[in-house]
């Protein structure tokens, strides 16, 4: 979760809160205004029915007319339903909407009481429609229901007693027992509301945040696809410029090496000539440069995506024997042993040899520079993983090794191990990065176990077959 | 419409709702209320009735118009009393068909309840002879006389027009049954028997 808990964002959640459950509350009054709306209509019907069925017609000897229910059913159910109903439909989720649809309840329960002859079953009626308004969760709707219960015993009971209690006489306070019960339900239903009141806020604060969160988040993931936007279309732009420049800088670089060694080996022609070293000088430091400028341009091919792999069936034997005749003679400049171990079941793999014989030669090249007096060992093993075989190249020298802080970056372009290594051993920095990239445009990997001053064991792993020809770039090389 | 006006509609609108409301249950409360005429039973046995006298226990005599409403919870009622008395008194339940009416009118939903009551005798009355016998001119009205014909009670046994429930006039048959020498009068809820005034 994405904490910003200052007091102006708790402000705008809070008020948010307040909101969200106000339109909780709006949405619940309304809803329950219609589903009153539909229950007057259905009493009213139904007190209309009922009177036509059970008292259809009043008699005086031989002579009828409609009962009185009939048209108080008709007409006094209609006054009663009618206006609520209406008050529903056109001004739902109004406080006076329910408060006189609570009244309009009671008198109905009164009515319906009038229909039914007075039946006890009737009475339930009332504790029904008391049940039926705290849908509104509100409870000051109970209020005025009750009050026109307890008005209603309170009249009766002193009009007409008998009609209420039974009985002819009765205290004057009888009415408060009544009344009694229904409040006994109206604090169960009152403390039912404030509870749902209580997990409605919650609700709207819960929801509240989390849109604050959401917001928070948007604004953030926009910011950073902006971020990446930038960074890709720069990344692009130093990619193609690099690319462009190195190609640019390589072709004066290599005239001035070819005119340097032509110019060399016309002053060897010339006995006592003093500028062949100096020659030699300027050979070296356009390779190094070369060096350097092809390095960035592979480096920027790889980042740029436009260094594909072009796989091909060789013999994995006959690459190291390649391998080793170029790098022999640095192993034997620093005096160092150079061991192969090829197990039988190495045979042919398809790869890209170009990139696999560059990641073998750059790792086998920096064990003999960082070894003197020592070991470089080549072991390759075929390997079986679960989708497929990999070919493992190990790579282990009893050079200077590295510190652990040193072994974490070492991947990382224009990284050495040490600001010192460049001067003492010269390199770019920039090898071990192009062969952790090459490893895994080659879907491989690329590991390293070091200890300082006991050496280094590079482990490679490539696979033996691509899993398909399809998945590997086809972006033209020769175009970069 | 102003803001004040507007501001006021639903409260007075919500008041002569209210009154009509009101006005109408009370309509209706005092309708139910209004005892009908009560009887003008004679004190003592009529000598030209039709409907046997019992022995030694006190004969009931219960008035119906059969087609009316009110006279369900009497007849309720009538079974309460039945139930709680200590002496079963000899129950006569007379329904009054008028004249000019078919066969078989008197045979409703009342008829066949009183029918299913044990010990009752239901008896029909043609142009309500019986009733003016007894002087009887509301329906539900309820007269016991004692085992010497002597009138003990009088009057309605529901609480008011149709209203089912303990009420005066059931409690005070009970007690003259149960007793047998207190005399009651109550007032009796239910159509008129006729159309005329007796």
């Known amino acids: 979760m994405i904490a910003d808990s200052s007091p102006a964002t708790d402000h705008v959640v809070a008020a948010r809160a307040v909101e969200l459950f106000k339109d909780y509350e709006h949405e619940i009054h309304v809803r329950t205004d219609r589903l009153f709306a539909g229950l007057m209509a259905l009493q009213w019907v139904a007190g209309v029915l009922f009177a036509l069925w059970v008292s259809p017609l009043a008699w005086t000897g031989a002579t009828s007319r409609t009962h009185l229910h009939v048209w108080a059913a008709l007409f006094l159910g209609g006054l009663l339903s009618v206006f609520p109903a209406g008050l529903a439909l056109l001004r739902p989720g109004e406080r006076s909407t329910r408060y006189v649809i609570a009244v309009a309840q009671m008198l109905m329960g009164a009515l319906a009481l009038h229909l039914t002859g007075g039946r006890i079953e009737t009475h339930f009626h009332v504790f029904g429609s008391l049940a039926f308004l705290a849908f509104y969760r509100d409870w000051r709707v109970l209020v005025p229901a009750t009050v026109v219960v307890a008005l209603d015993h309170v009249l009766r009971g002193f009009l007409w007693p008998q009609s209420v209690y039974g009985v002819i006489v009765a205290s004057p306070w009888r009415w408060l027992e009544h009344a009694g019960w229904v409040v006994f339900e109206d604090v169960f239903l009152i403390v039912g509301v ?203 020298d009893t050079g200077v090794g590295m510190t652990p802080e040193r072994t974490r970056r070492i991947f990382d372009p224009f990284t050495q191990a040490d600001v010192t290594t460049a001067r003492k051993y010269g390199g770019t920095g920039l090898g071990l990065a192009i062969v952790s990239s090459l490893c895994q445009l080659m879907d491989g990997s690329i590991s390293v176990d070091s200890r300082p001053d006991e050496g280094s064991r590079f482990t490679v792993l490539l696979p033996v077959q691509p899993l398909q020809p399809a998945d590997t770039p086809v972006a033209d090389e020769a175009a970069a | 419409m102003t803001f004040t006006s507007r501001r006021f509609l639903i409260p007075a609108l919500a008041a002569v709702w209210l009154g009509l409301a009101g006005t109408g249950l009370w309509v209706l409360w005092a309708y139910e209320n209004r005892p009908g005429t009560a009887a003008t039973a004679p004190q003592q046995w009529p000598t030209d009735t039709q409907l046997a006298r019992a022995d030694g226990r006190p004969t009931l005599v219960f008035l119906a118009h059969p087609r009316c409403t009110c006279t369900r919870a009497s007849l309720t009622e009538l079974t309460e009393v039945l139930a709680r008395s200590t002496t079963r008194p000899k129950t006569h339940i007379v329904f009054i068909r008028p004249d000019g009416f078919e066969r078989n009118w008197e045979k409703t939903d009342l008829w066949k309840r009183a029918m299913a009551l044990p010990g009752v005798t239901v008896t029909r009355d043609d142009a309500g002879v019986e009733a003016e016998r007894f002087g009887a001119a509301t329906s539900g009205q309820t007269l016991l006389y004692d085992a010497a014909g002597n009138l003990l009670f009088s009057g309605g046994i529901t609480g008011s027009r149709g209203h089912e429930g303990e009420n005066a006039g059931e409690l005070a048959l009970v007690n003259a049954i149960n007793s047998g020498t207190t005399r009651a009068r109550a007032s009796v809820f239910g159509c008129p028997l006729f159309s005329w005034s007796l």
Do not use: C, W
């Open chain 1, 194 to 396: 404030y509870r749902s009141i209580r997990e409605m806020r919650d609700r709207a604060e819960r929801t509240a945040a989390l849109e604050h969160e959401l917001r928070t988040r948007a604004v953030l993931v926009e910011d950073l696809q902006k971020a990446r936007k930038l960074a890709e279309t720069a990344t692009r732009a130093r990619s193609d410029f690099l690319a462009s420049m190195s190609h640019e800088l390589r072709t004066p670089l290599n005239a001035i090496i070819l005119y340097s060694e032509l110019l060399e080996e016309e002053a060897l022609d010339r006995p006592g000539d003093q500028s062949v070293e100096d020659l030699r000088k300027i050979q070296s430091a356009g390779k190094h440069l070369l060096e350097l400028i092809n390095g960035i341009l592979d480096l920027s091919k790889i980042e740029a995506g436009k260094m594909s792999v072009m796989p091909e069936e060789f013999d994995v034997r006959s690459m190291l024997d390649e391998v080793v005749d170029t790098v022999r003679p640095l192993v034997h400049k620093n005096s160092n042993t150079l061991t192969v171990h090829v197990a039988d079941s190495v045979t042919t793999v398809h790869a890209d040899i170009t990139k696999t014989r560059q990641i073998v030669l750059n790792l086998v090249s920096n064990a003999a520079k960082f070894t003197r007096l020592g070991t470089v060992t080549i072991e390759v093993t075929r390997s079986v993983g679960d989708a497929r075989d990999y070919i493992e190249f190990q790579i282990a």
